[in-house]
């Protein structure tokens, strides 16, 4: 799993942090300027414009910088679930499943989380090997009369780890790569 120090969250940390001061900045001057211009048209509506500019970097910057602490939140809360399970996190995050998934989807496009996929039929994340071939295979199909997988949660005799897999297929721990049933 990604950790909290990836190059894609530094990146977007330091740009949280440029778009935060330069927007105080432009704000400040040109709300400033615009003050004190309001008698002359000529100048006012280009510093006011300027100055919207200014709070427009300013809220970009809250809201990036809002986003990694999101990520690093749900780092956290996918770290000590084995199952990686989006419900769960949406419940210790006290959101809808609907919003954590665009969260999720928006930092794995951003590159905060490395080598991930959402799994939407088991409603879970999904990392490495797993990952890619999720994310290669076709999108899933909508047909509602198909009958949905049924997943169940199995201990791997070789290490223990927990493997969340659909029930009656022969599969491997995706941590030791073991077989069970």
């Known amino acids: 799993m990604a950790g909290s120090k990836n190059a894609a969250v530094i990146r977007s940390a330091v740009a949280?942090?440029?778009?935060?001061?330069?927007?105080i900045v432009i704000t400040a001057f040109f709300g400033l300027a615009a003050i004190l211009t309001t008698s002359d048209t000529g100048t006012f509506v280009p510093c006011l414009i300027i100055t919207l500019?200014?709070?427009?970097?300013?809220?970009?910057?809250?809201?990036?910088n809002n986003m990694i602490k999101l990520f690093k939140s749900y780092a956290a809360i996918i770290s000590e679930d084995p199952i990686r399970s989006i419900d769960t996190l949406a419940s210790a995050q006290d959101m809808p499943v609907n919003n954590v998934k665009q969260n999720l989807q928006k930092m794995i496009n951003k590159g905060y989380?490395?080598?991930?996929a959402i799994d939407n039929q088991r409603n879970c994340l999904v990392f490495g090997n797993e990952a890619d071939l999720l994310q290669k295979s076709a999108p899933p199909s909508t047909n509602a009369s198909q009958p949905t997988a049924e997943y169940i949660t199995v201990a791997c005799?070789?290490?223990?780890?927990?493997?969340?897999?659909?029930?009656?297929?022969?599969?491997k721990c995706e941590y030791c790569g073991a077989p069970f049933k």
């Open 113 to 116: 989380f490395v080598n991930v």
């Open 16 to 23: 949280a942090k440029i778009q935060f001061i330069l927007g």
């Open 53 to 64: 500019l200014g709070i427009w970097l300013i809220i970009a910057g809250v809201m990036r």
């Open 157 to 171: 005799k070789g290490c223990g780890a927990p493997n969340h897999v659909q029930k009656g297929e022969g599969n």
